[in-house]
């Protein structure tokens, strides 16, 4: 479902945030992309969602080259990926259910079809209670599971969660990623950007590992393990 084709992404202040990356993720995988920060895994998310275009290689996403997209496409790119973030980025002033609702109402779903899906979808994530609150009135994991909705309710192809428990105690970041490991068992492919070294070691799916722009490991159910594996410095 997803490629990276020999990718480089060098800037014009000579930064080089990737550097030569080919990885193939398969439909319904879940991926735990690891690394230090400035290791290029925001880059590799920004260029998925076509925020960022690659200085070379090809980034593929179901089956199409992301660079080759006319900028009219790229809506409907971003409608088949849900974000999900550290910060939730949830509208203040708006309740769960707007928020939630806000996602339909972008890419113009009929009034009838916000009203059938956002009750359905705050249930799946336990927040069907608190529809009428707004952000302010929640739990750091309450807004997160808000997150999660808005981020499935187009029924996304992938999921991309950056630093998704980088806010939250870990009896609720252990919440945040049952949640995501029943999402994933229901078809959804995640790919998750984290420096949660204990939920990497323990839920053991694929790692692909980031340093300095460089894939330095790809390994299946593997753990948080060592950032550099071909010098043998630790991350």
Same mark, same amino acid.
């Given at each position: 479902?997803?490629?990276?084709?020999?990718?480089?992404?060098? =800037?014009?202040?000579?930064?080089?945030?990737?550097?030569?990356?080919?990885?193939?993720?398969? @439909?319904?995988?879940?991926?735990?992309?690891?690394?230090?920060?400035?290791?290029?895994?925001?880059?590799?998310?920004?260029?998925?969602?076509?925020?960022?275009?690659?200085?070379?290689?090809?980034?593929?996403?179901?089956?199409?080259?992301?660079?080759?997209?006319?900028?009219?496409?790229?809506? =409907?790119? @971003? @409608?088949?990926?849900?974000?999900?973030?550290?910060?939730?980025?949830?509208?203040?002033?708006?309740?769960?259910?707007?928020?939630?609702?806000?996602?339909?109402?972008?890419?113009?779903?009929?009034?009838?079809?916000?009203?059938?899906?956002?009750?359905?979808?705050?249930?799946?994530?336990?927040?069907?209670?608190?529809?009428?609150?707004?952000?302010?009135?929640?739990?750091?994991?309450?807004?997160?599971?808000?997150?999660?909705?808005?981020?499935?309710?187009?029924?996304?192809?992938?999921?991309?969660?950056?630093?998704?428990?980088?806010?939250?105690?870990?009896?609720?970041?252990?919440?945040?990623?049952?949640?995501?490991?029943?999402?994933?068992?229901?078809?959804?492919?995640?790919?998750?950007?984290?420096?949660?070294?204990?939920?990497?070691?323990?839920?053991?799916?694929?790692?692909?590992?980031?340093?300095?722009?460089?894939?330095?490991?790809?390994?299946?159910?593997?753990? =948080?393990? @060592?950032?550099?594996?071909?010098?043998?410095?630790?991350?």
């Amino acid at each position: 479902m997803i490629q990276f084709l020999n990718v480089s992404k060098h =800037y014009p202040n000579g930064v080089r945030a990737l550097t030569d990356i080919s990885v193939a993720i398969k @439909r319904g995988e879940f991926v735990f992309l690891v690394g230090p920060s400035g290791a290029g895994k925001t880059t590799m998310t920004r260029l998925l969602i076509r925020e960022e275009l690659s200085t070379r290689g090809q980034v593929i996403f179901t089956g199409k080259n992301l660079s080759r997209l006319k900028g009219r496409e790229v809506p =409907y790119l @971003r @409608r088949k990926i849900g974000m999900v973030f550290q910060d939730f980025r949830l509208l203040p002033n708006h309740t769960v259910f707007e928020n939630v609702a806000f996602a339909l109402e972008v890419i113009g779903a009929p009034g009838r079809d916000i009203r059938r899906l956002v009750p359905g979808m705050l249930a799946r994530v336990g927040m069907e209670g608190k529809k009428n609150q707004l952000p302010s009135q929640l739990s750091g994991g309450e807004q997160q599971r808000v997150c999660l909705a808005r981020a499935l309710v187009n029924n996304p192809l992938l999921i991309i969660a950056d630093e998704p428990t980088g806010n939250l105690d870990p009896d609720t970041s252990w919440e945040i990623m049952k949640l995501l490991a029943d999402i994933n068992e229901k078809g959804t492919t995640i790919l998750m950007a984290t420096h949660a070294q204990e939920i990497v070691d323990t839920m053991k799916r694929r790692v692909i590992a980031l340093d300095t722009g460089r894939m330095v490991r790809d390994e299946k159910g593997g753990g =948080y393990g @060592r950032a550099v594996e071909n010098n043998g410095t630790s991350s």
